[in-house]
């Protein structure tokens, strides 16, 4: 069964602390994609990755950090720094790099609900 | 990217067409227009998406115009189901920097199916 796996759905975690997030993929896409969503909110993208071993910041980085050693792996690492982490957590992932990247269609994830007690 | 402007919320009866209209009047000629729906505290779903001429898949169909700055989005026999946030968002085709590939949720569309 293909598709995008994040884990926990629901994520508890002590202010100060580090936690990570993961996402997951058997689609064998290149790209793969962390966003941030708020209450009532559009999403905002924290970092991509268009290669293993490779990632840009998006345009919420601070706070964040992530890793890409492998082609079906993305976790996101949330830092202590990250002022406001309370959210909801999406990951994407796309087919490959491609020079018109309008035809590349983003398909996510269930999400993680990360709260901050 | 070009901005999309959506009604806040539309309401549908089930059985009927839900037609979901979306501005994107800075449109550029290289940008498609894709749909997106996210049903509450679930991860966004990929609709359908389109350049110039009209599409149509299992989910829904889209008419754009011909001048390109307006789109809506068809669901023929709306469902209970369908009850949803739906996002028309413009791609953007920078290759590199913080755009690259990135989604531009606005607010969107809240659609209810009464029964």
């Known amino acids: 069964d293909g598709g995008i796996t994040q884990s926990p759905k629901y994520l508890f975690r002590k202010e100060g602390q580090n936690v990570t997030l993961s996402c997951e993929q058997n689609?064998?896409?290149?790209?793969m994609y962390w966003y941030r969503q708020d209450p009532g909110q559009g999403l905002r993208l924290i970092y991509y990755?268009?290669?293993?071993?490779?990632?840009q910041k998006g345009d919420i980085a601070e706070g964040y950090s992530v890793s890409r050693e492998k082609k079906e792996s993305f976790p996101l690492t949330v830092t202590s720094a990250q002022k406001n982490p309370t959210a909801f957590y999406l990951c994407?992932?796309?087919?490959?790099?491609?020079?018109?990247?309008?035809?590349?269609?983003?398909?996510f994830g269930p999400g993680t609900r990360l709260t901050v007690l | 990217d070009a901005k999309t402007t959506q009604p806040t919320s539309m309401d549908c009866a089930e059985g009927r067409a839900a037609n979901l209209p979306c501005n994107h009047s800075?449109?550029?000629?290289?940008?498609?227009v894709y749909w997106y729906r996210q049903i509450h505290s679930q991860g966004p779903q990929y609709i359908i998406h389109?350049?110039?001429n009209n599409e149509t898949n299992e989910m829904a169909s889209l008419i754009i115009t011909e001048d390109r700055k307006s789109s809506t989005l068809i669901l023929p026999h709306a469902t209970l189901r369908d009850t949803a946030v739906y996002y028309c968002?413009?791609?953007?085709?920078?290759?590199?920097?913080?755009?690259?590939?990135?989604?531009?949720f606005g607010q969107g569309t809240i659609l209810t199916v009464h029964p």
């Open positions: 990755s268009q290669i293993v071993n490779d990632f």
């Open positions: 389109g350049l110039k």
């Open positions: 968002i413009v791609r953007g085709t920078n290759a590199g920097g913080t755009s690259y590939g990135k989604l531009t």
């Open positions: 800075t449109i550029s000629g290289n940008e498609y």
């Open positions: 994407a992932s796309s087919s490959r790099w491609v020079k018109r990247l309008s035809t590349d269609t983003q398909y």
């Open positions: 689609l064998n896409h290149d790209a």
